[in-house]
């Protein structure tokens, strides 16, 4: 069993790809961005085929080994012998898993699995922005998904955990102090992170350079603590960020309402 392990997680264009580069990128460390923590046993062959396909061909495709799991069910089995892979494969003694979107109830499987839990938070606005110039143009649509997920995670207060089990690092003092949060991650991890090194992401672990994918710029490891992220003033935004914090807005409370009875509904189907 992988007795050392790190999960690093937050709500969508939180900073978790930065930080999982710079945890990618230690010599003794990686961060894998992988859903493996979200599957299921795997009983049937047809699962098995499907899902070690899948996962082979990921690793295939950036020229790596991949992990023989075919001869597993247990999810936990698969999970741990997928980490011993990625151990040996980069030589190192850290692993971890970069998944964005978790709720409380799957961080603490992982916590019962043995992983310190990383939280990424950011600056609602800047989020709310960096969603809908990123990934979902309709305004209403990136609040109603976006409150979801803070809700998801009790707007990060975790009863499910204990203070001790997991750390919450804000997306701002990484770029603005990234010295002071990478010695309060090497405290709670247990291993040194220096926060200068040149940064890779996932699987192009000491292969290819990590691509600034921030919405406000260049952020790399390049004098990356002299960074200032620009805030959003914009009037657009506070009804949406009014709502995401529980105001009633009574157009997308309305569309909150139908969301919550499409998915009960899908439910229902399957």
């Not at 082979?56 to 069910?73: D, K, Q, Y």
């Not at 209403?140 to 990060?156: P, S, V």
């Given at each position: 069993?992988?007795?050392?392990?790190?999960?690093?997680?937050?709500?969508?264009?939180?900073?978790?790809?930065?930080?999982?580069?710079?945890?990618?990128?230690?010599?003794?460390?990686?961060?894998?961005?992988?859903?493996?923590?979200?599957?299921?046993?795997?009983?049937?062959?047809?699962?098995?085929?499907?899902?070690?396909?899948?996962?082979?061909?990921?690793?295939?495709?950036?020229?790596?080994?991949?992990?023989?799991?075919?001869?597993?069910?247990?999810?936990?089995?698969?999970?741990?012998?997928?980490?011993?892979?990625?151990?040996?494969?980069?030589?190192?003694?850290?692993?971890?898993?970069?998944?964005?979107?978790?709720?409380?109830?799957?961080?603490?499987?992982?916590?019962?699995?043995?992983?310190?839990?990383?939280?990424?938070?950011?600056?609602?606005?800047?989020?709310?922005?960096?969603?809908?110039?990123?990934?979902?143009?309709?305004?209403?649509?990136?609040a109603l998904h976006l409150k979801k997920g803070l809700q998801g995670i009790n707007y990060y207060n975790l009863k499910s955990l204990e203070e001790e089990d997991?750390?919450?690092?804000?997306?701002?003092?990484?770029?603005?102090?990234?010295?002071?949060?990478?010695?309060?991650?090497?405290?709670?991890?247990?291993?040194?992170?220096?926060?200068?090194?040149?940064?890779?992401?996932?699987?192009?672990?000491n292969r290819f350079e990590f691509k600034n994918n921030s919405s406000f710029g260049n952020i790399n490891n390049v004098g990356i603590n002299q960074q200032s992220?620009?805030?959003?003033?914009?009037?657009?935004?506070?009804?949406?960020?009014?709502?995401?914090?529980?105001?009633?807005?009574?157009?997308?409370?309305?569309?909150?309402?139908?969301?919550?009875?499409?998915?009960?509904?899908?439910?229902?189907?399957?």
């Amino acid at each position: 069993m992988v007795n050392m392990k790190y999960l690093v997680t937050g709500p969508t264009r939180t900073g978790t790809s930065l930080l999982a580069a710079i945890l990618n990128s230690q010599k003794d460390s990686c961060c894998i961005e992988h859903d493996i923590l979200t599957i299921s046993d795997l009983i049937t062959q047809q699962q098995k085929n499907i899902f070690c396909s899948r996962l082979e061909a990921r690793f295939m495709s950036v020229g790596i080994e991949p992990p023989n799991l075919r001869s597993l069910t247990k999810k936990e089995d698969i999970i741990d012998s997928f980490l011993e892979h990625i151990k040996k494969i980069y030589s190192i003694n850290f692993p971890g898993l970069k998944i964005t979107r978790l709720n409380e109830q799957e961080i603490s499987y992982a916590k019962t699995l043995g992983f310190k839990i990383i939280l990424m938070r950011r600056n609602l606005s800047d989020v709310f922005h960096s969603m809908v110039n990123r990934s979902e143009e309709n305004y209403e649509m990136a609040a109603l998904h976006l409150k979801k997920g803070l809700q998801g995670i009790n707007y990060y207060n975790l009863k499910s955990l204990e203070e001790e089990d997991y750390v919450v690092v804000d997306f701002e003092s990484l770029i603005n102090d990234p010295k002071r949060e990478c010695e309060k991650l090497s405290k709670f991890l247990g291993y040194n992170i220096d926060p200068t090194v040149k940064l890779y992401s996932s699987f192009n672990k000491n292969r290819f350079e990590f691509k600034n994918n921030s919405s406000f710029g260049n952020i790399n490891n390049v004098g990356i603590n002299q960074q200032s992220i620009r805030r959003i003033h914009c009037e657009d935004y506070k009804k949406y960020i009014d709502f995401i914090n529980g105001k009633f807005i009574t157009k997308l409370i309305y569309l909150e309402k139908r969301e919550i009875f499409s998915q009960y509904i899908k439910r229902l189907i399957k």
